[in-house]
């Protein structure tokens, strides 16, 4: 069965400071993985996704097949950063997502 | 277009009714999905449809839950003989298939609270 580990629930950081963001994932196949963002009084969107390869808001995430891990990084945090973090997985072929519990980064001016 | 839209955004009712949500998808987006959200989790994939039909549902989905969408377009999820266990948050979510390069796009959801 697929799953996804977010082992942070609360994470605070200091403006200026690098912040990651850790996400496991268990699964047999070939996953897309996805993070995805809620601000405050927003809904769920997506913040990047593995196979673009961009870096969006300043934030990367690199796939690692080895340690399937997906974790989201970012060198310098901003106030605006502050927000609810969700890991996802998709299969191959079917897009129902699979989510992490999610991890809340405060950042601390 | 202004996204998925559900309504409505709260529903308070007492255990034992029903309870009916809709949800219109993104205007060109042929996939719609039902997720469903507790406090200090994820969202849970309940099912999705591909226009019209519903492909896949989730053993969370129990026989007190049904979701249709007749025409492919809005879809409704229908709880019924509410349990306390039902309070949560539910999400829909939208995507046009089989372009890869679209993500799924959430609603705001409708948050239940059962009495």
């Known amino acids: 069965a697929q799953r996804v580990t977010q082992p942070e629930k609360l994470l605070s950081v200091f403006k200026g400071a690098p912040v990651e963001l850790k996400c496991n994932y268990s699964?047999?196949?070939?996953?897309?993985l996805f993070w995805y963002v809620q601000y405050s009084r927003q809904r769920l969107q997506l913040l990047l996704r593995?196979?673009s390869r961009e870096s969006i808001k300043g934030f990367t995430a690199d796939l690692n097949k080895g340690e399937t891990s997906f974790h989201l990084k970012k060198p310098f945090a901003q106030e605006e950063d502050s927000a609810m973090y969700y890991c996802?997985?998709?299969?191959?072929?079917?897009?129902?997502?699979?989510f992490g519990t999610g991890t809340r980064l405060t950042i601390i001016p | 277009d202004t996204g998925v839209s559900q309504d409505p955004r709260h529903k308070i009712t007492k255990r034992g009714q029903n309870v009916t949500f809709r949800c219109d998808p993104i205007?060109?987006?042929?996939?719609l999905y039902w997720y469903r959200q507790t406090l200090g989790q994820g969202p849970e994939f309940l099912t999705y449809?591909?226009?019209?039909?519903?492909?896949?549902k989730s053993r969370l989905l129990s026989d007190r839950f049904s979701a249709e969408r007749p025409k492919g377009s809005f879809s409704t999820l229908e709880i019924q003989r509410t349990e306390q266990g039902d309070s949560a948050m539910y999400l829909c979510?939208?995507?046009?298939?089989?372009?890869?390069?679209?993500?799924?796009?959430f609603g705001d959801g409708t948050r239940l609270s059962i009495l």
């Open positions: 979510a939208s995507s046009s298939w089989p372009d890869s390069n679209q993500p799924q796009h």
């Open positions: 699964y047999s196949g070939s996953p897309e």
């Open positions: 593995h196979i």
């Open positions: 996802a997985l998709q299969n191959f072929g079917n897009e129902k997502l699979t």
């Open positions: 205007s060109e987006h042929n996939r």
């Open positions: 449809f591909q226009n019209e039909a519903q492909l896949e």
